[in-house]
């Protein structure tokens, strides 16, 4: 499924077409995977409408990918071909760069995203770093272990950035693919944590309770009490002014958003100051993922057995999943099988 120009997808609903492409051949250090299973994430639909616009078009979209590696390139390991194997957001880096050396390089300014600066999982094959290809716990079905690649590892990022301890209170505001697998981290590592959700819709805020949250209320409500960090999934601004004024003194704001629309910005005008920054509140930004957050993540996630919910669907139907995302229906994550 090729994305050929970018537009608004509520304008154009079938923004990737089905095309028939030769099996691409794995280059030095890269392996083949034979794509089972490719997540449908919200970054999809910045990519398509450009808010983080693919620097080369066409490209194949998809950057949660559950594959079999079939042919290994050059100077990689042949005992890999058969490996289950798992492909996230992060495709590539310098490798050289300060960031790079210290396990940053989510932040390398040669950071290349898999199915926007290279072609991605929306696809029955697809080439990557052999080093950027991760075994996937076996108790895993293939479309149930897809989200755990990105809304899981870029959540357990988002996670690692609040700095909470176990006891601490924990707000999640916006309750999609990723925050539902941080409220199940959250449950696993920080059980006295006490969890609040913030959330627009009433099915999220239901599901958010069904999950073990002890309080659940829409996107402007106070919560009962201050909280120590906030984690924002919401692709907009009036959640982050109403997250800063429910945080506690000394409180974090962690913002796991690659970007965000410009359609409510003017509500950043109500930020007061003693309201929402003063005691000495924070607020941080989640850029990408690192090869150790795929590495820990999918590590934590075989020890707490998470089984995400998710909803299928068959590859050619990435439209419909992309324009039911974008509409905000969503109950877990969407997932597509690619036989
Ligand atoms: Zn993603
Ligand atoms: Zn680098």
């Not at 072609?119 to 079905?141: K, M, N, Q, R």
């Not at 601004?237 to 910005?265: C, F, Q, T, Y």
């Not at 995400?308 to 099988?337: C, D, F, M, S, W």
Request: glycine share 10%.
């Amino acid at each position: 499924m090729i994305l050929n120009s970018l537009c608004d997808i509520r304008e154009n609903p079938e923004p990737l077409t089905l095309e028939q492409l030769p099996v691409p051949e794995p280059g030095p250090g890269e392996v083949l995977l034979k794509v089972l299973a490719c997540g449908v994430c919200h970054t999809e639909l910045d990519e398509i409408e450009g808010r983080t616009a693919p620097p080369v078009l066409p490209v194949i979209p998809g950057h949660e990918v559950v594959g079999r590696i079939v042919k290994a390139g050059a100077d990689v390991e042949s005992g890999r071909i058969g490996e289950r194997a798992g492909v996230g957001w992060f495709y590539s880096s310098c490798g050289h760069c300060r960031y790079c050396s210290d396990k940053n390089e989510n932040l390398c300014s040669e950071f290349k995203a898999t199915g926007r600066d290279a072609d991605g999982g929306y696809a029955e094959y697809i080439t990557v770093p052999a080093s950027s290809a991760f075994p996937v716990p076996d108790y895993l079905g293939d479309t149930q272990a897809a989200p755990l690649l990105c809304a899981g590892a870029i959540g357990y990022r988002s996670l690692r950035l609040t700095g909470i301890k176990n006891g601490d209170s924990l707000g999640l505001t916006g309750f999609g693919g990723s925050a539902h697998l941080v409220l199940k981290m959250v449950k696993f590592r920080y059980p006295d944590t006490e969890v609040f959700v913030f959330a627009r819709n009433p099915s999220e805020r239901e599901f958010a309770t069904e999950l073990g949250a002890v309080w659940t209320g829409d996107t402007a409500e106070e919560s009962p009490v201050r909280l120590n960090s906030i984690v924002d999934t919401t692709p907009v601004w009036k959640p982050v002014v109403e997250a800063m004024r429910n945080l506690a003194p000394g409180g974090r704001l962690v913002i796991n958003a690659i970007r965000k629309e410009s359609a409510d910005l003017d509500y950043l005008l109500r930020i007061s100051y003693p309201e929402h920054l003063w005691m000495e509140k924070e607020i941080k930004s989640v850029a990408n993922v690192s090869r150790r957050d795929i590495t820990e993540f999918l590590q934590l996630a075989g020890e707490m057995r998470i089984q995400p919910e998710i909803e299928e669907y068959p590859l050619e139907n990435a439209n419909q999943a992309l324009t039911e995302l974008r509409r905000g229906n969503v109950r877990g994550a969407k997932v597509l099988h690619i036989k």
